[in-house]
């Protein structure tokens, strides 16, 4: 079995949790161990981080922000992500650390070679095989979330920023195309799950006919 991370990062509202649930799907039904977790969260400390990091009743400076995401991240790579891929698991994350570079570094301003920095001792250099940005235009994509109920800190945030966002995760794809798909959020949900299994598929080495049913 080929362990193979990868992640799903995109602005709020793109979708990103019902493709991940669209491709643990597949991999169940082609009989592939697989891990679902996401940031901040996926471990007891992490999700009592998330409570502290989405709570909009708090206040809390980009840095101790940043710190605190690492934190959760921190030992997400070793409660959660190491031990899965040690299985020779596919590992599926909802955002990971180039969330933290899009909305501290772009959206925030905080320096990229600092949050790279303390980025590599956090995951321990884990870097993700695949990462799917899901892109959209975050007017619609607040939207979208605003469906779903009251909004959390970050989606508090306004326009200007997450327009930031959205551009500092699209500077990160053009920089590594490699590691990257970037699809369009605004196509058809059926269309993206078929465009995400394809690229998973090539990267399993997964025989066309099972990549493409
Ligand atoms: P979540 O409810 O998971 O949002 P979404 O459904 O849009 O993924 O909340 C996570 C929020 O935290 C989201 O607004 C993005 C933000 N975030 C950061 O700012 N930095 C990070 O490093 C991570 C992982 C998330």
Redesign the pocket.
Same mark, same amino acid.
């Given at each position: 079995m080929t362990p193979l991370f990868l992640t799903f990062e995109g *602005? @709020? =509202?793109?979708g990103? %949790?019902t493709q991940l649930r669209h491709l643990a799907a597949r991999l169940a039904a082609a009989g592939l161990p697989h891990t679902v977790t #996401? @940031? *901040?969260g996926g471990t007891p400390l992490g999700t009592r981080v #998330?409570g502290v +990091?989405?709570d909009p009743a708090l206040g809390i400076d980009p840095l101790p @922000?940043?710190l605190l995401?690492s934190a959760s #991240?921190a030992q997400l790579v070793r409660e959660v992500l190491r031990p899965a891929l040690a299985r020779g698991e596919v590992v599926l994350c909802? #955002?990971?650390?180039d %969330? %933290?570079l899009a909305?501290?570094g772009a =959206?925030r301003g905080l320096d990229p070679g600092f949050l790279q920095a303390v980025t590599a001792a956090a995951t321990g250099g884990l870097t993700p095989d695949l990462t799917v940005l899901l892109d959209l235009d975050p007017a619609l994509g607040l939207r979208r979330?605003a469906w779903r109920g009251q909004p959390?800190r +970050?989606?508090q945030a306004d326009l200007a920023f997450h327009e930031r966002v959205r551009r500092g995760f699209l500077a990160l794809a053009a920089a590594e195309p490699g590691r990257f798909l970037v699809l369009d959020a605004a196509r058809d949900e059926a269309e993206l799950a078929e465009a995400i299994w394809r690229a998973v598929g090539e990267r399993l080495n997964l025989p066309q006919e099972q990549a493409s049913g």
């Open positions: *602005p @709020e =509202g793109a990103k %949790s #996401r @940031e *901040p #998330r +990091l989405l @922000e940043f995401y #991240r909802d #955002r990971y650390a %969330s %933290s909305y501290q =959206g979330a959390d +970050l989606e």
